[in-house]
């Protein structure tokens, strides 16, 4: 069998996501035949090389896709030192590894998905892809359409400016409104922070909808699997995600080399004309 990535292994066995599991490695809580691992890139066989996560030997678990409402307070991370409510202590009776796909901070509420399937989880969670995620915002004052305009046009945040966004408003009142996002980018706490940049604190934030699951009724606390239907449109959705942006990433990289090309040929010209200039100057 052919060599693989140690951190596509753990996440095709449903340790984490492909990311997750990369800082695993780096933490030195997985081994390779009774060696720690604390650097990458890695490579093994899965058949033969003998691979624990924390001392648990890696075992293959059945994949499974639940969908739960994240109430406010709970947290995205399988460990918490300090004992607080995680969103895994939610799922009853779930006896697979599974873990949240992308974050919701502590505040926020709604939709989480939570599985064991590392390389979907990658797909759904990493910027690359640009998987749609839809918010509900509640936000002190009243949105006028020119802060509906920044937020589409993009926003400057410390570490750059963010993707568009599709903004409309739900509710409008002198003293609040009701607002639904989507954005494609994950950054740290980014609603929040660009609805503030805009001038308008957030009050509650609840994302509804990860591509096309939606959180629709499920009541706040709850889970429910993903049915055979939804499963099936997520990966397409995934998938299609996933094509798109490998075509972005090599029509940039075209861009890129005709422009650098182009600068060479220019450049070139430059070196040319200079040349005949300065010998028809030695030689008038």
């Known amino acids: 069998m052919a060599r693989e990535r140690l951190?596509?292994?753990l996440a095709a066995a449903g340790v984490a996501a492909r990311r997750a599991c990369e800082q695993l490695i780096l933490d030195g809580r997985v081994q390779v035949n009774g060696r720690p691992v604390v650097s990458l890139p890695v490579l093994v066989d899965p058949r033969r090389d003998r691979?624990?996560?924390d001392g648990k030997p890696l075992t293959a678990s059945?994949?499974?896709?639940?969908?739960?409402?994240?109430?406010?307070?709970?947290?995205?991370?399988?460990?918490?030192?300090?004992?607080?409510?995680?969103?895994?202590?939610l799922l009853g009776g779930v006896r697979e590894r599974v873990f949240p796909v992308g974050?919701?901070?502590?505040?926020s509420t709604g939709l989480l998905l939570m599985t064991n399937d590392g390389e979907l989880a990658e797909r759904l969670?990493?910027?690359?892809?640009?998987?749609?995620?839809?918010?509900?915002?509640?936000?002190?004052?009243r949105v006028e359409q020119e802060d509906l305009e920044r937020l589409r046009r993009g926003v400057w945040?410390?570490?750059g400016k963010t993707g568009p966004a599709h903004a409309k408003i739900v509710l409008r009142q002198p003293h609040r409104s009701i607002l639904e996002i989507t954005l494609r980018e994950g950054r740290n706490r980014?609603?929040?922070?660009?609805?503030?940049?805009?001038?308008?604190?957030?009050?509650?934030?609840?994302?509804?909808?990860?591509?096309?699951i939606q959180l629709q009724s499920l009541p706040i606390g709850a889970y429910r699997p993903l049915k055979p239907k939804e499963l099936d449109t997520l990966r397409r959705h995934a998938e299609h995600a996933a094509a798109?942006?490998?075509?972005r990433r090599r029509e940039s990289s075209k861009s890129k080399v005709e422009s650098r090309n182009k600068t060479s040929k220019s450049q070139k010209l430059e070196t040319r004309g200079s040349r005949r200039w300065a010998e028809n100057a030695e030689n008038p």
């Open 7 to 9: 951190q596509k292994v």
């Open 51 to 53: 691979i624990t996560v």
């Open 62 to 89: 059945r994949l499974v896709y639940f969908v739960l409402n994240k109430p406010r307070g709970v947290l995205c991370t399988n460990a918490d030192p300090a004992g607080r409510l995680r969103a895994i202590d």
């Open 103 to 107: 974050r919701l901070d502590a505040d």
């Open 125 to 141: 969670s990493h910027p690359r892809y640009g998987v749609p995620r839809t918010y509900r915002a509640e936000v002190e004052g």
């Open 157 to 159: 945040l410390a570490e």
């Open 190 to 212: 980014e609603i929040r922070r660009v609805l503030a940049r805009v001038g308008h604190k957030v009050r509650r934030l609840k994302r509804v909808a990860i591509g096309p």
């Open 244 to 247: 798109s942006s490998l075509k």
